[in-house]
């Protein structure tokens, strides 16, 4: 893991990174929901290849970001610059294409879909075929479909799930299902990829496992992941930048060594916790 030092602009990433320009910068982001704040002056910049975290108690405006950042809400003020480019007015589609993709806290596959054909689903941006050739079967098409077929093979592969590309993709176990949805994020051949809780569900030994695939996905496909997740331990082992919200704000940034012994921090979590036990004894 490399250590984190300061951009000119004073975010700090890995130091691999700063000779490159970000994949990610959010500038003073915010949104409101019939007049209610969920987030506000929300600044990020996140390396190229950097593992970032985006951690907070429930309710903290956490997803609200994720859906900011993929344009399924759209900011009610500041920027996003995806590899520099500016993502507002851009459909959900459009930002995908442009560089990002993610998973959900729910997972969302084509259940009744074969494996194979979910990441399939994913490669669409990055295998173009003309609007004759796919009605008329011709070369152009069988062409593009075996190329689909063998990428798709290669990712499911990279998971150790080639086996399993003609299963249901509903019949699944948990977290075979969690693998899928990543491997059909990555099909889409994201600069970066946002994961939304990966480890809910998963048992210690899948997420070990996870743990290892998300710097094998960083290392291998020099992309940049970002997740949000309650696993504390595999935020501190695996996170090189920390980004902690509370009721939508920002209230701290930095290693997981600084995080860790952050005043306001502890107290969020830990004043959280107090909140649910008082509650419970009233």
Do not use: W
């Not at 970000?22 to 929300?42: M, N, S």
């Not at 593992?51 to 344009?71: D, E, H, Q, R, S």
């Amino acid at each position: 893991m490399d250590k984190m030092v300061p951009y000119p602009s004073g975010a700090i990433v890995p130091e691999r990174d700063l000779d490159k320009k970000p994949i990610l910068e959010t500038h003073h982001l915010g949104i409101d929901f019939g007049g209610l704040t969920a987030v506000d002056e929300f600044s990020l910049t996140v390396g190229r290849t950097e593992i970032c975290g985006l951690i907070g108690p429930n309710g903290a405006g956490k997803t609200t970001v994720f859906n900011m950042l993929t344009n399924v809400y759209q900011p009610t003020r500041g920027t996003i610059l995806l590899d520099g480019k500016p993502t507002a007015g851009k459909t959900t589609a459009q930002v995908n294409r442009m560089g990002i993709a993610r998973t959900f806290q729910n997972i969302r596959l084509f259940s009744n879909m074969s494996v194979l054909d979910n990441v399939k689903v994913g490669l669409h941006n990055s295998i173009k075929e003309g609007f004759i050739p796919s009605v008329t079967h011709l070369f152009g098409y069988r062409k593009a479909e075996k190329t689909s077929t063998e990428r798709a093979l290669e990712l499911l592969d990279f998971f150790s799930m080639a086996d399993l590309a003609k299963v249901q993709a509903g019949s699944l176990p948990y977290g075979a299902q969690r693998r899928l949805e990543i491997v059909r994020a990555l099909a889409t051949n994201p600069g970066i990829i946002l994961l939304d809780e990966p480890a809910a569900g998963m048992n210690p030994s899948e997420t070990a496992e996870l743990m290892e695939n998300i710097r094998r996905i960083r290392d291998t496909f020099q992309i940049s992941v970002m997740l949000i997740e309650h696993d504390m331990n595999l935020v501190m082992n695996i996170c090189e930048g920390i980004c902690v919200l509370d009721h939508g704000k920002i209230i701290a940034k930095g290693t997981p060594d600084e995080i860790k012994s952050n005043p306001a921090v502890i107290e969020a979590y830990l004043g959280k916790k107090k909140e649910a036990e008082d509650s419970a004894e009233g």
